[in-house]
């Protein structure tokens, strides 16, 4: 009897711990309390639900299992080499970077000051990139040389300064790294959207853009 006794309180012992380590595991494979961690969806326009605010949310996007290869591209680049841009000096920029918008089929978008395009990658973390080596080569990130300047209908708060994957200062938005794409070679172009599921343009509210407008709302740019 004393034997089965101590059995029955080891069995009861190892269910209360099973129950505890459940309690703090969170359905997105993280740890901490089960209420936190929400998911963020991507806005399926610039008008939808989420905010500069909840933009700072990042996880729980479901990222497809090949973001992580090509070096976080999430799908076959070539290795195209670094890129160098216009008053750019040995890679680095000599001016602060200005973030700007412009419409485009996909609503009010964040770009350069000169018009070229500007995504953020799904899969990301807040202020931290997961972008590596030859995915950099095709996602330079968007650098700057101090704080960034915010343009017209800029959220100049949401405006901030990371040390990107290469050692330079990359601009994040709403707490997201911002990138442009290799293969937009012109303002206006965009190329990248959808690209691997995992890189979109991103509206004022700092939130990714996974869908056009309707055609009777969307404005030229």
């Known amino acids: 009897m004393l034997v089965v006794g101590k059995f029955l ?12 380590l459940s309690a703090c595991h969170f359905s997105n494979g993280q740890y901490g309390p089960a209420s936190a ?3 963020v969806p991507p ?17 729980g996007f479901g990222v497809p299992k090949t973001a992580s290869s090509y070096d976080g591209a ?9 890129i160098s841009y216009p008053n750019y000096v040995n890679g680095d920029p000599k001016y602060p970077a200005t973030i700007s918008i412009r419409n485009s089929p996909y609503g009010q978008i964040l770009t350069t000051q000169s018009g070229y395009t500007l995504y953020v990658r799904l899969g990301d973390e807040f202020r931290a990139s997961k972008c590596f080596k030859i995915c950099l080569n095709a996602f330079p990130p968007e650098l700057t040389n101090g704080a960034p300047q915010a343009g017209p209908g800029i959220l100049a708060a949401d405006l901030g300064v990371l040390t990107a994957n290469n050692s330079w200062e990359q601009v994040s938005y709403g707490g997201r790294p911002l990138y442009r794409y290799r293969l937009d070679t012109k303002p206006g172009e965009i190329n990248a959207e959808g690209k691997g599921g995992i890189w979109y343009v ?8 996974t869908k056009p407008l309707a055609k009777s709302s969307a404005k030229k740019g």
């Open 37 to 39: 961690g929400a998911a």
């Open 202 to 209: 991103v509206g004022v509210n700092g939130l990714p853009i």
């Open 43 to 59: 806005t399926n326009g610039p008008s939808g639900s989420g905010s500069s605010a909840t933009a700072k949310l990042l996880g």
């Open 74 to 82: 999430g799908f076959p680049i070539p290795n195209y080499g670094p």
């Open 9 to 20: 309180r080891g069995v009861a012992v190892i269910g209360a711990l099973a129950v505890t």
